[in-house]
Antibody
């Protein structure tokens, strides 16, 4: 069965960086893109960006450009999301989600059918 | 970027009621629209994709319709387990923006 398992909760100080992992199983990791979505407490879902696990190509929401980096290690079917220059407003649950079908060079947009369990990132001095 | 709006932001209905939630895109997105259900403290769950296709395992009381800019999610007979926040999402192209959500509870 398809599973996305994320790393555990993190507590960071303002200005630091955080790197969250998302390990995929039950399907071919390179066949679908991985998206990252965050949710602050009591707030809605905010899409952060996507990554083609095949090529490593990425696309980020404008709000996070310059602060977010999405990478992967195909040998262990794991995607990573690193957010830098953390501030208190980045306190949220971060989710990875499986999206569209990918070739070696491009992905086709699709809904998110499987989600990780979420990782709480707390930014506090 | 295309903006997504939802109405109402919250609603309260009785068990057995028919519930309708509206989602609007600021530009046409054909039928590249998904609906998700998020129960309190839980991970979002895909309900409907391609505006009207029910994801496997989702009860048939849920249905979706629409194309272009205007979409609806309908719960034909509200059940206690349907208490949740419902989000629409565009996925025709990045950014895959979500609507602000509609919170549904039982009267």
């Amino acid at each position: 069965q398809v599973q996305l398992v994320q790393s555990g909760a993190e507590v960071k100080k303002p200005g630091a960086s955080v790197k969250v992992s998302c390990k995929a199983s039950g399907y071919t990791f390179t066949s679908y893109d991985i998206n990252w979505v965050r949710q602050a407490t009591g707030q809605g879902l905010e899409w952060m960006g996507w990554m083609n696990p095949n090529s490593g190509n990425t696309g980020y929401a404008q709000k996070f450009q310059g602060r977010v980096t999405m990478t992967r290690n195909t040998s262990i079917s794991t995607a990573y999301m690193e957010l830098s220059s953390l501030r208190s407003e980045d306190t949220a649950v971060y989710y990875c989600a499986r999206g569209g079908y990918c070739s070696s060079t491009s992905c086709y947009s699709r809904y998110f059918d499987y989600w990780g369990q979420g990782t709480l990132v707390t930014v506090s001095s | 970027d295309i903006q997504m709006t939802q109405s109402p932001s919250s609603l309260s209905a009785s068990v057995g009621d028919r519930v309708t939630i509206t989602c609007r895109a600021s530009q046409g997105i054909s039928n590249y629209l998904a609906w998700y259900q998020q129960k309190p403290g839980k991970v979002p769950k895909l309900l409907i994709y391609a505006a009207s296709t029910l994801q496997s395992g989702v009860p048939s009381r849920f249905s979706g319709s629409g194309s272009g800019t205007d979409f609806t999610l309908t719960i034909s007979s509200l059940q206690p387990e349907d208490v949740a926040t419902y989000y629409c999402q565009k996925y025709n192209s990045a950014p895959h923006t979500f609507g602000p959500g509609t919170k549904v509870d039982i009267k």
